[in-house]
């Protein structure tokens, strides 16, 4: 999709960041990938209490994999592998340049694309690793929950949305102040919980 750059302070509902979400490719991206591992998942049979397992488990797993994936991916310094340039955090430093910018707080259509593939996969693994085979679809399901929730609160926190709970008033300041206070601070978007059991909570 076109890329057009709106200041995300000027939205200042859920339901105008919600009309904004949706003129971006990610969130349909997602959902589709979601609803695929659901419909997989139902052909399978009813729902057990392995599914629930897998669920919490990808829940449990969430805030340490996207503290993990921002402090060192996102926050990695340009290198060169084999002689050539490589540089994973290159969008992410867009974000921190643009911070009120809608297109970069998004994934975009193409990360969305790629990193639903490669979240699927991790989470398939986990759901593999804790119920077996059976875990797996539930797990990539979890999965692309899971990253759809962050899109979603990751382009909330950037709006002019007043939270009106103090679990997401404490969570967008936090991210706030992890962009223009200290960016060794505050990795977490979906929760707090990787930033205070790993030290970086400020
Ligand atoms: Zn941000
Ligand atoms: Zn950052």
Redesign the pocket.
């Known amino acids: 999709m076109r890329r057009r750059s709106v200041n995300a302070r000027t939205l200042t509902t859920k339901r105008a960041a919600a009309r904004e979400f949706a003129r971006h490719g990610s969130g349909y991206i997602l959902v589709a990938y979601l609803a695929a591992a659901l419909v997989l998942r139902r052909r399978r049979g009813r729902p057990a209490r392995a599914d629930a397992t897998v669920v919490a488990a990808v829940a449990a797993i969430q805030p340490f994999f996207e503290w993990t994936l921002?402090r060192y991916v996102?926050?990695a310094p340009p290198t060169s592998i084999a002689g050539r340039p490589f540089d994973p955090g290159a969008a992410?430093r867009g974000?921190?340049r643009a911070p009120d910018d809608v297109a970069g707080a998004l994934l975009g259509a193409r990360y969305a694309a790629a990193d639903g593939l490669v979240v699927a996969g991790l989470a398939a693994a986990l759901g593999r690793l804790v119920a077996g085979p059976a875990g797996t679809i539930t797990g990539a399901a979890a999965g692309q929950g899971a990253l759809l929730a962050y899109e979603w609160t990751h382009l909330l926190a950037h709006t002019g949305y007043r939270p009106r709970t103090r679990w997401f008033r404490r969570l967008r300041a936090a991210h706030l102040r992890?962009?223009f206070r200290d960016?060794r601070a505050n990795?977490g978007v979906t929760s707090r919980l990787g930033d205070r059991i790993l030290g970086t909570a400020a």
């Open positions: 921002h996102l926050h992410h974000h921190h992890h962009h960016e990795f």
